[in-house]
């Protein structure tokens, strides 16, 4: 496929506004507080019976500090003792879905988030990878996908090799901006030197895949500061990038009422970042794979999109669209089969569920057929930035233009701005229409205009 972009900024003023990420479909706006976790249960059997291979996902919570930009779900504390309780309770969920999947289910991909799942010492690591093969069964071959969100304040190279020696392949390294001023702003101080020594480590350890993340939108950055981080980055080489969009939602996160209006850079400075850093990234041979994340073409991101098995879940893009997502911990959120189920968010609830032997679910969704048919058509737009009418209508027994018809009228209205062509056969998004990819796909969101009349819960598109 063609990896080309066009940054047309009238478009993008026009189209740039608050939308979702499309993680999952439905979004978790959707979650209703009456759904039975039994109904997650049976999701969970039916996928043993067939021995559908697995992905984990264990939610780390603790900070050691608290970022101010940071969204996530997480306790901060000094305390490093909190997090053991923390794992017994890990572990007693995680024999619940293992009772209910089988023991012993093969596991394709794990990752550890949060928080900062290194704020776990080298003990408690290795006793949360021997609890996870004791119930399941991690499977550690040149198919096997483990990994680990990685604050460099927290990894040693001792560390590093430990993490190696648990089997961990891929890694994700937060960033952000290595401009000291902007670390001062947002309570992150992590020099540069730091960062480096992980990657350095990661490399003599033959650690398969390295991702980095940064943020443009902080406070006190400007173009040409945060392409001097971006430079750098790009002299580090890592395999993949993630560049996110600063959302400042201070009504939703305590800590960003810390940050303060008039040091965030303007709507258009934002703009000119990411224009320039897509044109940095692109011209140095990243591919934009699409919603701010850019590979190298040998990475394994690329090859999957090139061959049209890309797959976008809870994690981001991955390569694993066969596997259901069992996911522990505060605030997690699993899809298995045609379900969604999401843990309390809080400690207090979640303990609560566990000491009395019921997994902490606390609301989810079990999907339609018209959800999964309009799942499977924003994940396609997404991840391969087409869609065909063809196989769409052989599996899901509809005519395209019959069943979206008024979706049809929206689309042409892109046409004519160029974002996409559609014709008979299908919907190919255009160069000009790559950046938007989310504002193409909130046409077949048909919860949308529900979820837009409440309070603002989404960071605009680019």
């Not at 706006?29 to 999701?43: C, H, I, K, L, P």
């Not at 020594?197 to 500061?225: C, E, F, H, K, M």
């Not at 400075?269 to 701010?292: C, P, S, W």
Request: glycine share 4%; with cysteine.
């Amino acid at each position: 496929m063609s990896h080309s972009l066009i940054w047309d900024s009238s478009l993008i003023t026009r189209y740039n506004r608050p939308g979702p990420r499309y993680t999952s479909y439905p979004t978790a706006v959707q979650f209703d507080s009456s759904f039975e976790s039994e109904n997650y249960a049976n999701a969970a059997r039916e996928s043993g019976l067939i021995n559908k291979p697995l992905s984990l996902y264990f939610h780390i919570p603790f900070c050691d500090t608290v970022c101010f930009y940071c969204g996530c779900n997480k306790i901060v504390t000094k305390h490093r003792t909190e997090a053991e309780p923390y794992l017994e309770l890990l572990f007693k969920e995680m024999a619940m879905h293992a009772e209910l999947v089988g023991h012993k289910a093969r596991v394709e991909q794990l990752h550890l988030g949060g928080g900062t799942p290194t704020f776990l010492n080298e003990d408690q690591l290795s006793r949360l990878m021997e609890e996870a093969d004791k119930h399941f069964f991690l499977e550690f071959d040149e198919f096997s996908d483990y990994s680990i969100e990685i604050d460099p304040r927290e990894a040693s190279w001792k560390m590093m090799g430990h993490l190696s020696s648990l089997g961990f392949n891929r890694i994700s390294l937060g960033v952000q901006d290595f401009d000291e001023r902007v670390q001062k702003a947002v309570n992150r101080i992590q020099p540069e030197q730091m960062t480096m020594d992980v990657i350095d480590a990661a490399r003599t350890l033959n650690i398969r895949s390295i991702n980095i993340d940064l943020i443009y939108g902080l406070p006190l950055q400007t173009t040409d500061s945060f392409l001097k981080t971006v430079d750098r980055v790009i002299e580090m080489a890592p395999d993949r990038l993630s560049v996110f969009n600063y959302a400042h939602l201070p009504h939703r996160f305590m800590p960003q009422r810390r940050i303060k209006d008039e040091d965030l850079p303007s709507a258009e400075e934002k703009l000119r970042i990411m224009e320039l850093t897509t044109q940095r990234l692109t011209e140095a041979g990243y591919v934009y794979i699409g919603m701010d994340h850019f590979a190298l073409p040998d990475d394994d991101l690329a090859v999957a999109q090139e061959d049209g098995v890309l797959h976008r879940n809870f994690q981001g893009y991955t390569t694993h669209a066969h596997c259901d997502l069992i996911a522990m911990g505060v605030s997690s959120i699993s899809q298995v089969g045609n379900t969604f189920a999401q843990n309390y968010p809080d400690m207090a609830n979640y303990k609560k569920a566990i000491e009395k032997g019921q997994l902490p679910i606390y609301r989810g969704y079990h999907t339609s057929k018209e959800d999964r048919l309009r799942a499977h058509v924003i994940r396609r737009l997404i991840c391969d930035f087409s869609l065909n009418f063809n196989t769409l209508e052989e599996d899901y027994g509809i005519n395209f233009s019959t069943h979206f018809a008024n979706e049809t009228q929206q689309l042409l209205a892109m046409a004519e701005d160029g974002l996409l062509t559609i014709n008979a056969n299908g919907i190919e998004v255009q160069p000009r229409g790559r950046l938007l990819i989310r504002n193409i796909c909130m046409v077949f969101d048909q919860y949308l205009p529900i979820a837009m009349d409440t309070t603002p819960r989404y960071s605009k598109v680019i």
